[in-house]
C-alpha cells in the first residue's frame, strides 16, 4: 500500500493556531515599535529647531515666530508643527498628532508634544511630560 503524501487536517489546524498566536503577539509590538519610532521622529524635529531658536536669539532681540526660521517641518506624515509662542525670553513649539494617521491613536498624553526654552517637555494639557520625551 502506498503512504499518503501530504498534511492532515489536523496538522493543518495546528499550524494555523500557531501563526495566528504569533501574529497576535507581533503585531502590537510592532504598532508600538512604529508609534514610538514616530514619536522619536517628532521629538527630534522639536529639537532641532530648538537648537535654532537659540542660535536666532543669539543674533535677533526676540525669538522667532516663524516656523521656517526655525526649520520646522511642513509637511510632515505624522505629525503638525507649530511655535505657540515666542518673546524676547520665552518660546514654546508644538507637535501634534495629525488626524486620520496612525499616530492620532497613541497613547492620549503622547499626542501633543510641547518643548520650550527651557528644554521642559509637556502634553497638550501643559502638564510636565517626561513620559512621552
Sequence with gaps: MKK?????????LVVIAIIGILAGI???TYKSYTLHANRSDAKN?????QLVQSS?????PDY???????GLPD??????????SA?????????????????????AECTTLVIN????HYDASDTNNDQCW
Design 26 to 28: 507581533a503585531y502590537p
Design 87 to 107: 518673546g524676547s525670553t520665552t518660546y514654546a513649539m508644538k507637535a501634534v498628532a495629525k488626524a486620520g494617521t496612525m499616530q492620532a491613536n497613541d497613547k
Design 75 to 84: 509637511n510632515h506624515n505624522y505629525y503638525t508643527f507649530t511655535i505657540i
Design 45 to 49: 524635529e522639536l529639537q532641532k529647531a
Design 117 to 120: 526654552q527651557d528644554n521642559a
Design 56 to 60: 536666532w536669539h543669539i543674533l535677533n
Design 4 to 12: 499518503a503524501q501530504g498534511f492532515t487536517l489536523v496538522e493543518l
Design 64 to 70: 522667532s515666530m516663524v516656523s521656517a526660521d526655525v
